[in-house]
């Protein structure tokens, strides 16, 4: 199981994204659907890219997690939302944050697969500036580049500072 969510990472982006619009176009041959050049097309194929970061670094946390803290909270009476929400959220939820910052990083930065899935109206801001680049080069691409550069640092940061990687490493409790 582990090997099929970890596929995306194996397999080019150019390649994924040719696959991607070809199953779309044989969906829509198919059923009449048409996800080439939609916006549903779009974040399916980002999320197809971004599940297996966003799972890994759920499951690195998952596996240091304790069982015996659910069995704990279970026998003082909390029901299994309560100990889900009292006890294992807050303890996986830096991986989770995780998962979401590196997912979101590799789908704002991703070309391939928004240049072959997007459409008129669909393109993302990493396909703006590559076309940019190609036909217009500018100082505001410069200037653009930059800013994302400063405001990515800054995101960084401020994350470090909020969650830390220190919680990710601190040793979990048995009491």
Not at 42 to 59: D, E, Q
Not at 88 to 93: S, V
Not at 129 to 158: C, E, G, N, Y
Request: proline content about 7%; aromatic content about 12%; cysteine-free.
């Amino acid at each position: 199981m582990g090997l099929l969510l970890r596929a995306p990472l194996q397999i080019p982006y150019v390649v994924t994204g040719i696959a991607f619009l070809q199953a779309y176009y044989l969906l829509a041959a198919a059923t009449g659907l048409q996800l080439r050049a939609s916006y549903a097309g779009l974040v399916l194929g980002h999320v197809f890219l971004a599940t297996p970061y966003a799972i890994g670094s759920t499951a690195a946390v998952l596996h240091r997690f304790n069982p015996r803290l659910e069995e704990a909270a279970a026998s003082l009476g909390a029901g299994p939302w309560r100990v889900f929400r009292r006890v294992t959220l807050p303890i996986i939820l830096p991986g989770v944050y995780g998962g979401a910052l590196y997912a979101f990083i590799v789908s704002f930065g991703e070309v391939p697969v928004a240049l072959f899935l997007g459409g008129p109206g669909r393109t993302t801001f990493p396909v703006e500036m590559f076309a940019s680049m190609q036909f217009d080069f500018s100082p505001a691409l410069l200037a653009v580049s930059t800013a994302m550069l400063l405001i990515s640092f800054v995101v960084l940061v401020l994350i470090q500072r909020l969650i830390g990687l220190d919680a990710l490493m601190r040793p979990q409790s048995t009491r």
